[in-house]
């Protein structure tokens, strides 16, 4: 029996999968390389265990289910077909059956079966012989009991529990089919996917360079010949090569907007959330912060305005855990996020409050607390650093910069290896099941604060277990409360930022709410 969401979720699929299937009607022109810009170098290729650089490696690849690509808000309705032709619920809500493409081929020629798709989550789940260096989405899956195969083109995923909303995990551009018969370590410099782009060179601190697959499964796809990722890590740099036309599409930040519109007149930008949360980290095992009142004296010195109107002139939102309204779908409407301890827009009584907290704690005018405050080598995470530095002194905490380079910040933070940081969280999938079990249940490997709450633990399973969004809704609110009055990782602000493209660039959707699901770049074409 299919369950009635089963049933639900099958329209769309079958939908979806015409459209997928129907002739190409557009005139869509083939040819021609698309030009982009990387502020860093990846310190791998392999999509399953780093945390960024996603806009490189997800077209190298397939998931089994994708959020559409010309679609800007993630959600369960968005989400079409891939190498997976449809799927089922049983009817308790703890299967979930999808049948699979035939005629797929590796980029090395081999065939995509069922055993690709058992071995790809029996490594996500550490259940196989081979290990992945970084886990980092391991937690996604912590309610998913095995994966099975039926013959070499259906595989079940069997579920602890219900979990209505497994099938956006599946969803995320992280969610990416690996080959049995290629190892992890291969994986990292030379990646074998399904997807629209091969691997042509990967030199670190220069450039990723991706080439059309002629092979793809897709029929006519991709249009591009292949896309160019040239590593810039200046922004100012990056714009020009923009503006000078060398540069096809990039992510701007709001301050070199101007220069854009000024110089590069004919450009096509929009003004869009990034899709991801600044944010305080601390180190809940390290003396002092071992304090949850120190804590709560450090979340009460933010002026998240003050960040937004420095970092992105008037252009962020205030949130919690979930993304904002209107483009989060989870997000609390102002007059309730308000209501929680630190969200108070009046700064200076959030001030005075803390800096009581640390004169009660034995900190003072004459004593003031010294700390190294760790962030990512990046603009988007050293600028903002320095704001939280000047911020902190309020308070009487006095914290030096630690510049981080980006190869070691997440394996750093991950093993715990730092006290007090500012850090840049993606919504990988705008869903509560990603964001908590990601970054707050006990033992997720990027759960990089320590936070350990078995109460709330059991919360995060009872909203994963409701089908119904208002009320699902209602709980993640409870839990938003509960996570802002444990201090268990203090959300300072949800940035915006600018996307340009020379208006030649066709068939590019900026996604509002899943930044990292964006980037098949299959549909993408030239207009020149």
Request: proline share 7%; aromatic share 10%.
């Amino acid at each position: 029996m299919i369950s009635k969401l089963g049933a639900y979720l099958s329209v769309g699929v079958t939908i979806a999968a015409m459209l997928i299937a129907a002739p190409v009607t557009l005139a869509q022109k083939p040819g021609g390389t698309l030009s982009m810009e990387l502020r860093d170098s990846p310190p791998s290729l392999s999509i399953l265990e780093e945390s960024d650089f996603v806009q490189v490696m997800m077209g190298m690849f397939n998931n089994l289910v994708m959020f559409d690509q010309h679609v800007a808000q993630n959600s369960l309705a968005a989400i079409v077909p891939d190498l997976a032709t449809g799927w089922s619920w049983s009817e308790d809500g703890k299967e979930l059956t999808f049948p699979l493409r035939q005629g797929v081929k590796w980029h090395d020629g081999k065939p995509f079966t069922a055993a690709d798709v058992k071995c790809t989550w029996d490594l996500l789940t550490v259940k196989s012989r081979d290990k992945l260096r970084l886990d980092p989405r391991q937690a996604w899956y912590r309610n998913l009991q095995e994966v099975t195969t039926s013959g070499n083109y259906q595989v079940t995923f069997e579920l602890k529990r219900p979990q209505p909303a497994f099938l956006t995990l599946l969803a995320s551009g992280w969610s990416a089919v690996y080959p049995c018969h290629v190892p992890p370590a291969e994986m990292r410099q030379h990646p074998i996917g399904t997807g629209p782009f091969k691997l042509a060179a990967f030199k670190p601190n220069e450039r990723v360079t991706l080439t059309r697959n002629p092979d793809y499964w897709k029929p006519a796809r991709p249009y591009l010949d292949g896309i160019e990722f040239t590593i810039i890590r200046e922004a100012s740099t990056a714009n020009l090569a923009f503006i000078a036309g060398k540069l096809d599409w990039r992510a701007i930040g709001i301050p070199q907007l101007k220069d854009v519109e000024s110089q590069a007149p004919q450009a096509i930008c929009e003004i869009a959330p990034g899709g991801f949360s600044r944010n305080l980290i601390v180190n809940r095992d390290a003396p002092p912060f071992d304090n949850a009142d120190l804590r709560r004296a450090m979340a009460l010195s933010l002026d998240r305005k003050a960040f937004i109107d420095i970092m992105g002139q008037g252009h962020g939102d205030v949130g919690g855990a979930m993304q904002p309204l209107p483009e989060g779908l989870w997000g609390m409407p102002p007059e309730v996020l308000h209501k929680l301890p630190g969200y108070d827009p009046d700064v200076q009584k959030n001030r005075a409050a803390a800096r009581q907290i640390m004169q009660e704690l034995g900190y003072g005018p004459g004593k003031r607390l010294a700390i190294k405050l760790a962030t990512r080598n990046d603009p988007l995470y050293r600028n903002p650093a320095v704001i939280l530095i000047d911020q902190l002194k309020e308070v009487g905490i006095d914290a030096e910069l630690d510049v981080i380079d980006t190869t070691r910040w997440f394996p750093k933070v991950m093993r715990k290896d730092y006290v007090v940081g500012l850090n840049n969280t993606a919504a990988g999938v705008d869903d509560p099941d990603q964001q908590f079990y990601e970054n707050y249940a006990c033992g997720s490997p990027r759960n990089f604060t320590g936070y350990c709450n078995p109460e709330l633990d059991r919360l995060f399973d009872g909203q994963s277990m409701e089908s119904d969004q208002g009320k699902r809704k209602q709980l993640v609110w409870q839990i938003e409360t509960k996570l802002a009055e444990n201090v268990a990782r203090p959300i300072i602000y949800w940035a915006r930022g600018a996307r340009c493209r020379q208006p030649y660039v066709k068939g590019m959707t900026v996604m509002v709410d899943g930044t990292f699901n964006g980037w098949r770049m299959e549909d993408v074409w030239l207009d020149k």
